[in-house]
């Protein structure tokens, strides 16, 4: 059974860097693109980030790019994303996902608010 | 960057009924579209990928159809348990996602 399980959420002063992680289980991590969804309170979905397999490719939408950085540990299996300047408008639940061009299995979220 | 422009925002429908969201690119996505169900404080769950391939456990009244710019999504005989937001996601370049359809029982 594919499990994604995402940590690292919390308040966070604006301006301030935050590192999510993911630990995923029941499928060879290193086979899959894995990427970041994430969803204000109360608003819809919006995709954050994407890597490759290797990790050496990276894409971003305009609103994080430069600010957020995907990485990942295929011997881990583990996925993070460093999140810094954080904005009040990057509060929000991030997900954790495996992706096959789309989102296909998702994590439960980790949520973050940004505030001082 | 591709725009997804997703319709109604949200929708009222009695047991029973066929309901259906519309999302519209603005570029021809080659159908490459999916399909998202989210229920109150849980993760998506993706119903339909490439416009009309069902995933594994998505119960046959869903539906999806469309080519080129224009997607449609359905739910026939509409249960309590369909009760939810749906959101479409295009894959044809990079990802994004619709405004969602909070769908309500009237």
């Known amino acids: 059974e594919v499990q994604l399980v995402e940590s690292g959420g919390g308040l966070v002063q604006p301006g301030r860097s935050l590192k999510l992680s993911c630990a995923a289980s029941?499928?060879?991590?290193?086979?899959?693109?894995m990427a970041w969804v994430r969803q204000a309170p109360k608003k819809g979905l919006e995709w954050v980030a994407t890597?490759?397999?290797?990790?050496?490719?990276?894409y971003y939408p305009d609103s994080v790019k430069g600010r957020f950085t995907i990485s990942r540990d295929n011997a881990k299996s583990s996925l993070y994303l460093q999140m810094n300047s954080l904005k009040s408008e990057d509060t929000a639940t991030y997900y954790c996902?495996?992706?096959?061009?789309?989102?296909?299995?998702w994590g439960q979220g980790t949520l973050v608010t940004v505030s001082s | 960057d591709i725009q997804m422009t997703q319709s109604p925002p949200s929708l009222s429908a009695s047991l029973g009924d066929k309901v259906t969201i519309t999302c519209q690119a603005s570029?021809?996505?080659?159908?490459?579209i999916a399909w998202y169900q989210q229920k109150p404080g849980k993760a998506p769950r993706l119903l339909i990928r490439?416009?009309?391939t069902l995933e594994s456990g998505t119960p046959s009244r869903f539906s999806g159809s469309g080519s080129g710019r224009d997607y449609s999504f359905s739910i026939s005989n509409v249960e309590s348990e369909d009760i939810a937001s749906y959101y479409c996601?295009?894959?044809?370049?990079?990802?994004?996602f619709g405004a969602g359809t909070k769908l309500e029982l009237k």
């Open positions: 490439y416009t009309s």
């Open positions: 996601l295009q894959y044809d370049n990079l990802n994004t």
């Open positions: 570029q021809n996505i080659n159908k490459y």
């Open positions: 890597i490759s397999t290797s990790g050496s490719r990276t």
């Open positions: 996902a495996r992706h096959s061009g789309y989102p296909a299995y």
């Open positions: 029941g499928f060879t991590f290193s086979n899959y693109y």
